[in-house]
């Protein structure tokens, strides 16, 4: 296959590098990389191309950095920027979780979402850690269980997988549901000499409501939480 890989956390992310590097090593799938030239985490679905031109930048074999969001990344790999037709679309490997509510703000999430909508098979890979990182881990187990993600896709969805940090890796893949979290941000306002109000926001103590199942719930066991995230949720008893 030939595969696209992007990211929000930037074209140096080790995340990226390292499922790059994994991908490649293993010689069944050509891999092109086009990612954000700095980290553009928390950008949501965010599209600069529909005002200004994005700027594609050389960042080694068939890679590229990119000025715009990771949303941007797709659209141009996939409307040209390639020499080929990418056949999966793969984000990350994200710097932490994105679990439950995270989906909405993830720029990540979005890259998939974004593949997902042009028809494109797409999954967004994410560790869950802030520190310590075992990447070499998550990038070989993302590897590895490739083909079952691609065959989970299906129209008008994404894949999102979330990677326990564990050296041993996961215990096992469980499909689950988004959990919904309270983040528990504040808000610090100060006014300053210039006359200016400058805002600060404060993370708080996460909290995720969720019960058996959700892919917070999953992560807490030690396993991999894999959810079919579909790009247009319908009403109760629509659509059927």
């Known amino acids: 296959m030939n595969i696209l890989l992007t990211n929000d956390d930037g074209i140096s992310s080790e995340g990226l590098q390292k499922l790059a590097g994994v991908l490649r090593s293993r010689g069944k799938h050509r891999v092109f990389v086009i990612a954000p030239d700095a980290d553009r985490s928390g950008v949501s679905h965010g599209i600069t191309i529909l005002k200004d031109p994005v700027k594609l930048s050389p960042a080694g074999e068939d890679s590229w950095s990119c000025s715009g969001t990771p949303a941007d990344c797709v659209i141009v790999g996939l409307m040209g920027a390639l020499p080929v037709k990418a056949d999966l679309v793969l984000s990350g ?21 974004q593949a997902s909508l042009a028809g494109v098979p797409a999954v967004a890979f994410s ?3 802030w520190e310590g990182y075992y990447w070499d881990m998550a990038a070989s187990w993302a590897a590895e269980h490739l083909d079952e993600f691609f065959g989970l896709w299906r129209k008008d969805c994404f894949i999102n997988v979330n990677i326990p940090n564990s050296p041993g890796g996961p215990n096992g893949i469980v499909p689950a549901w988004p959990a919904v979290k309270d983040y528990g941000d504040e808000l610090s306002v100060m006014d ?16 995720a409501v969720h019960g058996a199942g959700s892919d917070c719930e999953v992560l807490s066991r030690n396993f991999a939480s894999v959810s079919a995230i579909n790009n247009f949720p319908v009403l109760q008893g629509e659509g059927k």
């Open 93 to 113: 490997i994200n710097r932490g979780a994105n679990s439950g509510t995270d989906l909405i703000y993830s720029g990540t999430a979005a890259a998939a979402r």
């Open 127 to 129: 560790l869950q850690a």
């Open 192 to 207: 300053a000499p210039d006359g200016k109000r400058y805002c600060f926001l404060i993370p708080g103590e996460e909290k």
